[in-house]
């Protein structure tokens, strides 16, 4: 089955490290595809539908730094620990050394 392609996607890149203007909706594409960079290092993307949108530059500002986050969260591992997780604390030093 032919399925047509959606109308034209709008690409707005997001500094985390600068300013973030309002985002208003497009005018004829149905979806925004946010590029999440800080200091230009590349964080991640994130589909935003038109029915998102207008989004306040806080709101944008705010929805881009969680979606870069969650993202962080999930590839953030050591030997399949989550690093962000709480870590007990070592039961003579006061803090938890790695078993090696």
Known sequence: ??????????????DLAA????LPRPERAEATLLVIRCDGAFLGMQPLLAS????????LGR???QA???????????DGADLLAPTPAHPRAGFHLPDT
């Open 1 to 14: 089955m032919t399925r047509r392609a959606p109308a034209p996607w709008t690409i707005v890149d997001v």
């Open 19 to 22: 300013p973030i203007p309002d």
């Open 52 to 59: 998102d949108l207008p989004m306040t530059g806080a709101d």
């Open 63 to 65: 929805f881009a730094a």
């Open 68 to 78: 870069a986050a969650t993202v962080a969260a999930q590839l953030v591992r050591l």
